[in-house]
Nanobody, 119 residues
Framework: QVQLVESGGGLVQAGGSLRLSCAAS????????MAWHRQAPGKQRELVAA???????NYADSVKGRFTISRDNAENTVYLQMDSLKPEDTAVYYC?????????????WGQGTQVTVSS
């Protein structure tokens, strides 16, 4: 059974930093493309950052230069380093992993972790 478990959320003041972690189990981590999404109250879930199997990253324009996604295949973990946090970064952050095999796609989600940035 595949599980993605996020941790590291919390309450922080504007300008502060947090590091989110997402630990994967039940699947070969090095075949997963990984991403972080977030969902603020009353808004749709949006992609924040992603990293491919080969380590290529991409970011939402709203977080470029402030957030860094990284993966540690030895630890089966993906991280999201969030610096210079703003109140508008407040949301539930979700870890996502996916891979394709034999023309089928498989997608997994974590349970989410709350990030609250106070002004």
């Amino acid at each position: 059974q595949v599980q993605l478990v996020e941790s590291g959320g919390g309450l922080v003041q504007a300008g502060g930093s947090l590091r989110l972690s997402c630990a994967a189990s039940g699947v070969r981590f090095n075949i997963l493309s990984m991403a972080w999404h977030r969902q603020a109250p009353g808004k749709q879930r949006e992609l924040v950052a992603a990293v491919t199997v080969g380590g290529i990253t991409n970011y939402a324009d709203s977080v470029k230069g402030r957030f860094t996604i990284s993966r540690d295949n030895a630890e089966n973990t993906v991280y999201l380093q969030m610096d210079s946090l703003k109140p508008e970064d407040t949301a539930v952050y979700y870890c996502n992993g996916k891979y394709s095999y034999a023309s089928r796609s498989y997608t997994y989600w974590g349970q989410g972790t709350q990030v609250t940035v106070s002004s």
